[in-house]
């Protein structure tokens, strides 16, 4: 890679002997942040996909397609697509879960942070068309619940599933699929959250980790950002920024509910789906991977999921289930703290 940057360096006023590490994530992906030679030039990220565990191709197409639709992502400014380096814009490194906590009680700067990353999720989806993005079809769907039972019940919980326990999953997540499916298409993200999103000063947010976007349902990126895994809200708050949400996709003419209950049950059942597998991704980057850092992030993804499903009587017997795994691992069976919350 250093060897490619050297190539570009004259005309990207790149000064090699700044090249540091910026960032990593949840993927074989890694991040390198350089300066420019000359001063008053913006500083530039190369990032590093190794083949064959990553590929750059579907990062540079979704990359023009969210730039045309009006979302601020990194132009990409150089490409070996065959050897997996990219050379791209640089955003900084104040991501919007650092900004939120750093403007902790001030309501007003959260809610614009939250406008600002609201508003670019409509902007994406009112650009939406079929065949640009793979379509989250129900195989998909499918395939990320089993992460739950796959790696977080079985393998970082110890839990057996019998017979009887794996037809409450099947029952639950055909459910879940049912509902999902039958939600309104648009492009979808699919990790529209506080890690991805960069609080900048102008044409706010920018906008990363966007390669595995899709065709999907209208509901997982909002669900993304107001149920994150890594910052907290109170659900009044989370309810009044998707009723703005809805409210605006209406004016957009989004295929949005036309009743704000039925939008919400869609959104929450979508959540359940989501916080699923978002267990089952956190327990495999620990067990297969050897990342820990995202199991402190278990307890919030886990009390979002229990929260949801024990608000429908659909999944009274997931609730069950899921209770009997966490007491297990506690060794206790003393009957869980429950929380009332709102539906419509």
Same mark, same amino acid.
């Given at each position: ?17 700044? &090249? ?218 989370? &309810? ?16 949005? !509910? ?68 966490? !007491? ?17």
């Amino acid at each position: 890679m250093r060897n490619w940057l050297a190539a570009l360096a004259p005309a990207h006023a790149l000064a090699l002997d700044t &090249i540091r590490p910026a960032s990593n994530d949840a993927s074989f992906r890694r991040y390198f942040r350089i300066d420019a030679r000359r001063a008053g030039e913006p500083s530039r990220v190369a990032m590093d996909a190794p083949p064959p565990m990553e590929d750059c191709r579907p990062f540079v197409h979704a990359a023009g397609v969210l730039r045309d639709a009006g979302v601020h992502v990194p132009r990409v400014l150089a490409a070996d697509l065959e050897r997996g380096f990219l050379l791209l814009d640089d955003f900084g490194s104040t991501t919007y879960l650092q900004r939120l906590q750093e403007c902790a009680g001030d309501d007003a700067q959260v809610d614009a942070l939250m406008r600002d990353a609201c508003g670019a999720l409509l902007r994406m989806q009112a650009a939406s068309r079929a065949g640009v993005f793979p379509d989250y079809d129900r195989p998909l769907l499918a395939r990320e619940l089993e992460l739950y039972p796959q790696w977080y019940v079985e393998r970082h919980r110890g839990f057996a599933l019998d017979d009887d326990a794996r037809a409450t999953l099947d029952d639950a997540f055909e459910r879940l699929l049912a509902n999902n499916l039958a939600q309104p298409r648009v492009f979808v993200h699919r990790d529209w959250h506080s890690r991805n999103l960069m609080a900048l000063d102008d044409d706010n947010p920018g906008v990363l980790d966007f390669q595995d976007a899709v065709h999907g349902p209208l509901t997982y990126d909002l669900v993304s950002l107001l149920r994150d895994a890594y910052v907290e809200w109170e659900e009044e708050r989370q &309810i009044d920024w998707a009723v703005r949400y809805w409210q605006a996709a209406r004016a957009r003419s989004l295929p949005v !509910a036309a009743d704000f209950g039925e939008f919400y049950r869609d959104f929450e059942w979508m959540g359940l789906q989501r916080h699923l597998k978002v267990l089952g991704i956190f327990a495999r980057l620990y067990h297969r991977d050897g990342k820990d850092r995202y199991l402190a992030d278990l307890p919030l993804v886990l009390s979002y999921a229990l929260r949801t499903a024990r608000r429908y009587r659909e999944f009274d017997a997931l609730v069950r289930l899921m209770e009997r795994v966490e !007491a297990a691992q506690a060794g206790s069976q003393r009957d869980p703290v429950r929380r009332a919350g709102y539906t419509f």
